[in-house]
């Protein structure tokens, strides 16, 4: 039963520290994605890869997050330093471009809270 | 780059219909999806639409597709309390990227 997973699934931090996040795509798909969800701004595109390479950050705070794909199958998103306002659930998704229609597959999330 | 738009929010009373309406603004799209998010959980694939239909019926559901105006809806026939959850717009371009709509959390009234 091929999944994305995503660890940790909760994580509670202070203010000014490092967060790292890691997905894990489903084997053979060849584009990721991170997203970042909060109640009073819906669902956000943060960035997104294919083949491993970074297409799309363009959602994504520059000057303190960053994500990157060591190999295809893991994934990271890192914040440093974190600030409350960075406090959502985060979700990392993978699909197959060009097959099914391009459906994307959801990670269970990691529900960051920043002190 | 591609615009999706939902409202965050929307009620209905159980029974009632509920209908979720979402805009695109990129003419070349290919598919339009809709999926469900259900509390403490990722989304998932709920139904989608080719771009050269106008409607999808798939038991309770019905999606709407009005290309000329960009505008897609989905209707949700004698809403249940099972169904309280988020719902997403997404729109495949041409290009074949997915861009998703905010959401639309969908909170059913007993």
């Known amino acids: 039963d091929a999944r994305v997973t995503q660890t940790p699934r909760h994580k509670v931090t202070e203010m000014g520290q490092e967060v790292t996040m890691r997905c894990q795509p489903i084997l053979g798909h060849n584009t990721v994605f991170w997203y970042r969800q909060t109640m009073m701004q819906g669902l956000e595109l943060l960035a997104y890869f294919r083949n491993r390479a970074p297409l799309d950050d363009s959602g994504m705070p520059k000057d303190r997050f960053s994500a990157e794909m060591p190999d295809a199958t893991l994934a990271t998103l890192k914040i440093q330093p974190s600030e409350p306002r960075d406090s959502a659930v985060y979700f990392c998704?993978?699909?197959?471009?060009?097959?099914?229609?391009?459906?994307?597959?959801f990670g269970p999330g990691t529900r960051l809270t920043v002190l | 780059g591609e615009d999706v738009e939902q409202s965050l929010f929307l009620s209905v009373r159980e029974g009632d219909s509920s209908v979720i309406n979402c805009t695109y603004t990129d003419s070349s799209s290919t598919y339009l999806y809709w999926y469900k998010q259900e509390p403490g959980a990722g989304l998932q694939l709920l139904t989608y639409i080719f771009s050269n239909m106008d409607m999808k019926q798939d038991q309770r559901l019905t999606v709407l597709l009005n290309k000329k105006d960009k505008h897609l809806s989905l209707r949700i026939a004698d809403t249940q309390t099972g169904d309280s959850a988020i719902y997403f717009c997404?729109?495949?371009?041409?290009?074949?990227?997915?861009?998703f709509g905010t959401g639309t959390r969908l909170t059913v009234i007993p």
């Open positions: 997404a729109d495949l371009t041409g290009a074949n990227n997915l861009f």
């Open positions: 998704a993978s699909g197959l471009v060009g097959a099914g229609g391009n459906e994307q597959f």
